[in-house]
C-alpha cells in the first residue's frame, strides 16, 4: 500500500501495479480496493499500463476529512495524478464515472477518459429519485443507521427490486457494505443533480475536451444505457460504446481489452 496526501491533508491510500502510461481507476459507491471491481480489471490492465487504484476519502485505508465537498474528491484524484508523474488518464465506474467527469470539467491533467454508466436518469424510463433524496441519506448517515442508508439507496437509487433488497441482509458483502455505508452522501452529491428524469443540460461539461468513451452494458437496465447515450451526446469528444452482455456489474475480462485499445 502507498499514500498521497490530498490538498486539504486527507491521507488517501493507493495500489500501483504494472508498467506503462498511467491509468488512474474510480470506483462507484460502497466500493474500494478491497471490496470492488477495479481491483481484478488493475490486474488486466497492468500488462499495458501503470494502473492506479486507490480507497476514496472515507473508506478502506483512506483517511476523511470534514465537511466533504465534491472539491475535496477532485483534490484526492489530483493527489494521484501527481504520483503518476503529472498527468494520466482516469477511468470511473457508476459514481465513480461521475466523479472522474467531475475530475476532467475541472481541468485536472487527464489523457484520457474513459467512462462505465454513470448513474444517470434522464429520461422517463425509471422513476427519478425522490425529491429529498439527499436529505434522507443524510439523516440516516447522520443518525448512524448504516443498514438503512444501505437499502435505501439500493431501492431508491438503484432502483433493485424490494425482495432483492430485504434479502442483502443475509449477504456475505452485507458488513462490508454497512462498513462504508457513511459515505454514501458523497456519491450521492456527485450524482442526484442528474437523476431528475430531466435530459442532460448542453454545455454542462462543454471543458471535457480530453478523448472520452463511453460505456454500457446491453444488458444494464434501459434508464442507464439510455443515460450513457445521452451523456455521449452532450461531451465534445465523445464515443459511445455497448458492451455486449454486459450488466453494471461488468466483467473485468470484458471491459479491460476496451480500455485497453482506448487508453493505448
Known amino acids: 500500500m502507498n499514500t498521497a496526501t490530498s490538498s486539504d491533508g486527507t491521507t488517501i491510500a493507493f495500489d500501483r501495479v504494472g508498467d506503462g502510461p498511467p491509468v488512474i481507476l474510480v470506483d462507484g459507491a460502497l466500493c474500494y480496493r478491497a471490496s470492488g471491481p477495479n481491483g481484478p480489471l488493475a490486474q488486466r490492465l497492468a500488462r499495458h499500463f501503470t494502473v492506479y487504484t ?5 473508506r478502506g485505508d483512506s483517511d476523511d476529512t470534514a465537511p466533504y465537498t465534491v472539491e475535496r ?48 436518469v434522464v429520461d422517463a424510463s425509471r422513476p427519478p ?12 448517515v447522520a443518525q ?9 439507496f439500493m431501492k431508491e437509487g438503484v432502483r433493485l427490486p424490494g425482495a432483492v433488497v430485504a434479502m442483502m441482509r443475509f449477504m456475505p458483502a452485507w458488513s462490508r457494505l454497512k462498513g462504508v455505508a457513511h459515505t454514501l452522501p458523497y456519491d450521492v452529491a456527485l450524482t442526484s443533480e442528474h437523476q431528475r428524469g430531466t435530459p442532460l ?14 460505456i454500457a452494458g446491453s444488458r444494464s437496465p434501459e434508464w442507464m444505457r439510455n443515460g450513457m447515450r445521452g451523456l455521449a451526446d452532450v461531451l465534445p469528444h465523445a464515443q459511445h460504446r455497448t458492451l455486449e452482455g454486459q450488466t453494471h456489474i461488468v466483467k473485468p475480462d470484458a471491459l479491460a481489452p476496451v480500455l485497453t485499445e482506448f487508453f493505448a
Do not use: M, N, Q
Not at 486507490?54 to 472515507?58: F, I, L, P, T, W
Not at 429519485?129 to 440516516?140: K, S
Not at 443540460?201 to 463511453?214: D, H, I, M
Open 54 to 58: 486507490y480507497d476514496r476519502r472515507g
Open 73 to 120: 474528491e477532485v483534490e484526492d484524484i489530483a493527489a494521484l495524478i501527481k504520483e503518476a508523474g503529472g498527468a494520466a488518464s482516469l477511468y470511473g465506474i457508476s459514481s465513480g464515472a461521475a466523479l472522474a467527469l467531475e475530475a476532467a470539467d475541472r481541468g485536472l491533467a487527464i489523457d484520457r477518459l474513459a467512462l462505465y454508466e454513470a448513474p444517470f
Open 129 to 140: 429519485v425522490p425529491h429529498d433524496y439527499e436529505a434522507h441519506i443524510a439523516g440516516l
Open 144 to 152: 448512524d443507521r448504516r443498514g438503512d442508508v444501505v437499502r435505501y
Open 201 to 214: 443540460p448542453v454545455g454542462r461539461w462543454a471543458s471535457v475536451t480530453v478523448p472520452t468513451l463511453v
